[in-house]
């Protein structure tokens, strides 16, 4: 993840403990991990696949400087990329990222951790929608 990139998830994870109060997790992680209950709709292409990215709703598990998991019915191939709207967060943030792991928590649950690799905010991703609009 870029310093920008970063910079804007260190934000919102700030934003987030505000607006929360979140406490850490017990388990020790690269980054600090930090449970987060929050709806964010997904768009996942799984590898190789060359269709439409799936749509789906989900809500978050937990949020790290690196990375979030969230709960969701279906499985999630691991190297799946992951584009996840983040509407209730300040600047509605659309974080970028690829899956690390999908655990099965039981009946048709599972986790699915994703790791950052772009963040991007709504106004900078209007801002650039209309620079490459103009000639």
Excluded at 13 to 23: A, P, T, V
């Amino acid at each position: 993840m870029d310093e920008r990139s970063a910079a804007t998830a260190k934000r919102i994870i700030e934003n987030l403990q505000r607006k929360f109060w979140l406490e850490p997790t017990a388990s020790k992680r690269a980054q600090d991990r930090k449970p987060w209950s929050v709806h964010l709709e997904l768009a996942i292409q799984e590898p190789g696949a060359h269709a439409v990215p799936r749509k789906t709703e989900a809500v978050t598990h937990d949020l790290s400087t690196g990375g979030f998991s969230f709960i969701t019915r279906n499985y999630v191939h691991v190297g799946a990329a992951v584009e996840a709207t983040f509407d209730t967060v300040p600047q509605k943030p659309t974080i970028i990222g690829v899956v690390r792991n999908c655990i099965h928590l039981g009946g048709a649950m599972h986790r699915v951790g994703v790791q950052f690799t772009e963040v991007r905010r709504a106004d900078h991703a209007a801002s650039q929608s209309s620079t490459e609009a103009t000639p």
